[in-house]
């Protein structure tokens, strides 16, 4: 199944723009009155029929459209320190849109290496991993800011788990989301914070704890920043 998008709609017309255009066109050879469905980045899959063949603009017309596509029942924030080789964080963004992620949120720790990211790179690769996994929805990308600004902005009612190296009691991914699944008033939100290389500081861990965040174990063996993010990520998925 072949899926571009589009966030031009209006009045039952689609435009997709020069860089969708183009693969739809010159690369798959797309022709007016062919049907072709479109994503419009928020959970909806649109049947159309192609209006006008333009490779730098081309038109559709929307025959039907189909509500939370590829979907997941939760909505999954995953805060994720950048690690020093971007390409690892690019393969963790990409894998977990492919599982289900709503929300990407670069945060940079005390110890980062990486205090710098450009997102704009990571936009394209989660609108691409979405295309391929069959999901209606794009993952937001937000800009990064510092772990303790992000862990002061998340609402208190949220399932919020921090994974973290230090000694002390933790519980599972598992755990958290059962006894967040008891409690009606608690936030269908769930956040995951992963820290960078070096680990959180101990100031970071504190504050996270102070304001309930959860911490959490992903096993014995010691993970990279990515694929403890992405372990994580897939055990919210194995949950649902």
């Not at 333009?54 to 997941?72: C, L, M, N, W």
């Not at 399932?159 to 006894?179: A, D, N, P």
Request: proline share 5%; charged share 30%; net charge negative.
């Amino acid at each position: 199944m072949e899926l571009f998008y589009s966030c031009d709609i209006e009045d039952g017309l689609l435009r997709l723009d020069a860089e969708e255009s183009g693969h739809c066109v010159r690369v798959l050879r797309h022709r007016a009155g062919d049907e072709i469905s479109v994503i419009d980045g928020c959970g909806t899959l649109l049947r159309c029929v192609l209006t006008d063949a333009d490779p730098k603009g081309a038109t559709a017309q929307i025959v039907e459209r189909v509500s939370d596509f590829g979907s997941h029942p939760y909505r999954l924030t995953m805060a994720v320190c950048p690690t020093k080789n971007i390409d690892r964080y690019e393969w963790f963004a990409e894998k977990a849109t492919e599982i289900g992620l709503d929300v990407l949120a670069p945060v940079i720790g005390d110890r980062s290496e990486r205090k710098v990211l450009k997102t704009e790179r990571l936009e394209r690769l989660v609108k691409s991993a979405a295309k391929q996994s069959l999901k209606g929805a794009i993952p937001e990308v937000l800009e990064p800011v510092s772990v303790k600004e992000f862990i002061a902005s998340v609402p208190e009612d949220a399932v919020k788990m921090i994974c973290y190296c230090f000694e002390g009691s933790k519980k599972s991914v598992r755990e958290v989301l059962s006894e967040a699944a008891g409690q009606p008033c608690t936030s269908p939100e769930i956040y995951i914070l992963i820290g960078p290389e070096g680990d959180f500081s101990p100031e970071e861990a504190s504050l996270a704890l102070n304001r309930g965040w959860d911490p959490v174990t992903l096993g014995n063996s010691r993970l990279r920043t990515e694929t403890a993010a992405l372990v994580a990520a897939t055990m919210v998925y194995s949950e649902f």
